[in-house]
């Protein structure tokens, strides 16, 4: 006969085993695949902003949207920059047509009045000289003074000079003005089309665009609100930004290195996106600022980071969590 106790015992025993061997299977089951590890997904985002303040005039795209290089993202209002912008040009406008004069000397009516003066003084010189002959002679027959051929002598001496001056100021009108004047007023010119450059480039600077295709993350002002200078109104998050941050131990560090694959698997995907390792930390870090294992918390761990290609980044969204093997 089977005493009752024994039965007791001999079910507890079994019991025992099964619940000792379904523990084993667990931990076996649970234990971390060495290869893998927890991470998370991070972006790198890009600030777009303006350098001069000024009110929001418009809003060119929204939250969500995908923006391609040289997408006009937003526009402020630009009064005061239009108008130095115009008088930029204006300015260098008068300073060219300054320069063009003086490059090109007396216009032809004053050359003309010049030459006209000329004529005269040449007939001037002709008479004098003619009559400062006739003075010799007569000097030399003894009918006049010593005074008289200095009159004569002086006359014709006068007519010569005027003759020459005025030669000399037609000469002079058909040149224009003196060379280091010209070189001022090219100078002038320099500044002024350096002036314009940067007026321009004040009233570009109202209307950004984007500098890389990438997501349109945030937009942090509506339009018809005053924007500081300096303070970011679009939010983008380019493909090439997105990378994956994880926090390996330092027993497993040197296995891994720079340029190597891994592959990173996402929730609800249905494959895993391959990336490659762009960065190891040359420092430990004993509490990672984001870490999803809890077997980690002591160790002493190294961060590492892994880039895609946009392609693939694009389908990766920042703050997921991911796990990562390495090797392909």
Not at 145 to 150: C, K, L, R, S
Request: net charge neutral; aromatic share 8%; hydrophobic share 40%.
């Amino acid at each position: 006969m089977i005493s009752v106790s024994g039965i007791f015992h001999r079910s507890t025993a079994g019991v025992l085993v099964v619940v000792l061997a379904g523990l084993f299977i667990f931990t076996a089951c649970s234990r971390p695949d060495p290869d893998r590890t927890q991470g998370y997904i991070e972006g790198e985002f890009v600030y777009v902003s303006s350098p001069f303040g000024g009110t929001l005039k418009t809003l060119h795209v929204r939250q969500g949207q995908q923006a391609r290089a040289g997408d006009i993202l937003f526009t402020l209002e630009s009064v005061s920059e239009k108008a130095a912008r115009d008088e930029a040009q204006w300015r260098l406008k008068q300073a060219r047509e300054n320069l063009k004069d003086a490059q090109k000397g007396k216009r032809s009516s004053e050359i003309e009045a010049f030459e006209a003066q000329l004529k005269q003084a040449e007939a001037a010189l002709s008479l004098s000289e003619k009559e400062l002959g006739r003075q010799e002679g007569l000097f030399l027959s003894g009918l006049i003074a010593a005074q008289d051929i200095d009159r004569a002598r002086s006359a014709y001496d006068q007519d010569r000079q005027r003759v020459a001056q005025l030669k000399a100021d037609i000469k002079t009108a058909h040149l224009g003005l003196r060379s280091d004047q010209i070189a001022a007023a090219k100078a002038n010119v320099q500044a002024l089309e350096a002036a314009l450059a940067g007026a321009e480039w004040d009233l570009l600077q109202k209307r950004q665009a984007a500098p890389q295709s990438g997501l349109v993350f945030d937009t942090l002002f509506r339009e018809g609100e005053f924007v500081p200078a300096g303070r970011p109104v679009v939010t983008l998050l380019p493909a090439g930004n997105i990378k994956v941050r994880a926090f390996v131990p330092q027993t497993r560090l040197s296995a891994i290195h720079t340029g190597d694959k891994v592959r990173v698997f996402v929730d609800g995907s249905q494959g895993p996106s391959i990336g490659t390792i762009s960065f190891i930390s040359p420092r430990a870090e004993y509490t990672p600022p984001v870490i999803y294992s809890k077997e980690g918390r002591s160790k002493l761990v190294f961060m590492i980071e892994a880039v895609f290609a946009p392609e693939t980044a694009v389908n990766l969204h920042p703050g997921q969590p991911v796990d990562i093997q390495f090797g392909e």
